[in-house]
């Protein structure tokens, strides 16, 4: 399976964005699908997951801006985020998983600036 994240771009504070990751084949059988993020001289970090039952999880410093979401159909994961702050900015991946194996989209850049 490949992975194709976009809808990273440069955005004001305040503003939104929402990042899409395709999968090249079925995302019915992935047990977690999420979000992370790295940016300048950080560790990449959990922004938010999903697993196959539908519950949601969300790092912390995204709670209440940040949704994630899954459409089986068109075997997509998305990100909306809202209220974005200067320190959102970072690469963004897409990561989904099953029980043998993991899968990265390529980063995509998240710029919050004015």
């Known amino acids: 399976v490949q992975l194709q994240a976009s809808g990273g771009g440069l955005v004001q504070p305040g503003g939104s964005l929402r990042l899409s990751c395709a999968a090249s084949?079925?995302?019915?059988?992935?047990?977690?699908m999420g979000w992370y993020r790295q940016a300048p001289g950080k560790q990449r970090e959990l922004v938010a997951g999903?697993?196959?039952?539908?519950?949601?999880n969300y790092a912390d410093s995204v709670k209440g801006r940040f949704t994630i979401s899954r459409d089986n159909a068109k075997n997509t994961v998305y990100l909306q985020m809202n209220s974005l702050k200067p320190e959102d900015t970072a690469a963004y991946y897409c990561?989904?998983?099953?029980?043998?194996?993991?899968?990265w989209g390529q980063g995509t850049q998240v710029t919050v600036s004015s």
């Open positions: 990561n989904m998983r099953t029980l043998r194996y993991t899968y």
């Open positions: 084949g079925s995302i019915s059988s992935m047990n977690f």
């Open positions: 999903v697993i196959i039952d539908g519950s949601t």
